[in-house]
């Protein structure tokens, strides 16, 4: 059963928010992505967000660039855990997709993570789905344990080696 709704307002978004569907699927994690505009086709979009619970949809990770508006509309329309991943833009980097999905109004929260940060979108929505899910937390103790080993790795490497020959690769 599909627990994670990836969403983005444009095919364009696609690039940045594989990043999440990659990390799931390497959990294990059953997602579907979606590209819906919250602005183009706002009528279809109320019904998709009203409709996540009712499918089975845990968590949603929504990207966005420049108003940025479909994590916040999301979070407005339902209760479940939205995390936005704000999309680097041309004309002023991401920050201002950063700024439209991190200050929302008081009782609509969204989970914001870095700009272009969808990998760790899909490490958020898997540690929530992780509360009920010990096999999941495992999976994600895993990950971390191996994320530790690969700094032991190159403490040990530059150690070994110095500085020059390190950043030679």
């Known amino acids: 059963m599909v627990e994670v709704a990836i969403v983005m307002g444009s095919d364009s978004d696609l ?88 200050q929302m109004p008081g009782g609509i929260p969204v989970a914001t993570v870095a700009i272009n940060g969808a990998k760790n979108a899909g490490i958020l929505a898997t540690k929530i789905l992780a509360l009920s899910n010990e096999e999941l937390f495992d999976k994600l103790e895993k990950f971390s344990d191996g994320m530790a080993k690969e700094v032991e790795a190159k403490d040990k490497r530059l150690k070994d080696v110095g500085v020059d020959t390190f950043l030679k690769g």
Request: with cysteine.
């Open 15 to 102: 690039n940045v928010m594989r990043a999440a569907g990659d990390f799931l699927r390497e959990m294990g994690v059953e997602y579907e992505y979606n590209i819906i505009s919250a602005h183009r086709e706002p009528d279809i979009f109320f019904a998709w967000a009203r409709d996540l619970k009712k499918r089975g949809i845990k968590t949603v990770i929504a990207g966005a660039g420049k108003a940025a508006h479909l994590p916040g509309m999301c979070a407005a329309l339902t209760p479940l855990p939205v995390i936005g991943v704000p999309i680097k833009t041309s004309d002023l980097g991401g920050v201002d997709s950063l700024y439209s999905i991190v």
